[in-house]
T-cell receptor, first 109, second 115 residues
Framework: DAKTTQPPSMDCAEGRAANLPCNHSTISGNEYVYWYRQIHSQGPQYIIHGLKNNETNEMASLIITEDRKSSTLILPHATLRDTAVYYCIVLLSYDKVIFGPGTSLSVIP | NAGVMQNPRHLVRRRGQEARLRCSPMKGHSHVYWYRQLPEEGLKFMVYLQKENIIDESGMPKERFSAEFPKEGPSILRIQQVVRGDSAAYFC?????????????FGPGTRLTVL
């Protein structure tokens, strides 16, 4: 079973920031928080990952709480092409990914 | 650097035939993972391989399915005597050799349809 809990769906207005929450209260000290997304039926796309510190790349920002029990993925300026299912995953190095149901994000014009 | 390549992208087989799905990892990657996504369902792990070794096959069906990752060439997922329930999208992912950066990058998938 997935070790994360995400809301099943969210809406976001185009051009606004999309904030996707994730709970991972049983995360262990050496597990990373990863985010992927799947647009329609394409292959999952890696977005970002982190261990303890907040991370930012060209796609998104990842905010991890100090106790590491939850995190938020931030898409700073959502576009229609960001409509997808977003998966929050906790993962050890070189371990299989266990996908939960994810959050279905709809970006609305 | 080309991404993970999978071929064919679409494969149609009749019941009882064999299906061979190929995955070429990203350059410099020696770890390959296979996942399956049944229609209207989530992705499920099948098998994890390194060059010439199966590391974790806990998600593989016990019969008809096999996987290999030879020293040279792509990783192959083989399904013998396919049945309609094997119709799904099969994704492979690859990650680099041992080190701190082990992010899995996914290919575009092979859509298998069993008639």
């Amino acid at each position: 079973d997935a070790k994360t809990t995400q809301p099943p769906s969210m809406d976001c207005a185009e051009g606004r920031a999309a904030n996707l929450p994730c709970n991972h209260s049983t995360i262990s000290g050496n597990e990373y928080v990863y985010w992927y997304r799947q647009i329609h039926s394409q292959g999952p796309q890696y977005i970002i990952h982190g261990l303890k510190n907040n991370e930012t790349n060209e796609m998104a920002s990842l905010i991890i709480t100090e106790d590491r029990k939850s995190s938020t993925l931030i898409l700073p300026h959502a576009t229609l092409r960001d409509t997808a299912v977003y998966y929050c995953i906790v993962l050890l190095s070189y371990d299989k990914v266990i996908f939960g149901p994810g959050t279905s994000l709809s970006v609305i014009p | 650097n080309a991404g993970v390549m999978q071929n064919p992208r679409h494969l149609v087989r009749r019941r009882g035939q064999e299906a061979r799905l190929r995955c070429s990892p990203m350059k410099g990657h020696s770890h390959v993972y296979w996942y399956r996504q049944l229609p209207e369902e989530g992705l499920k792990f099948m098998v994890y391989l390194q060059k010439e070794n199966i590391i974790d096959e806990s998600g593989m069906p016990k019969e008809r399915f096999s996987a290999e990752f030879p020293k040279e060439g792509p990783s192959i997922l083989r399904i013998q005597q396919v049945v309609r329930g094997d119709s799904a999208a099969y994704f492979c992912a690859s990650s680099p050799s041992a080190g701190s950066e082990d992010t899995q990058y996914f290919g575009p998938g092979t859509r298998l349809t069993v008639l």
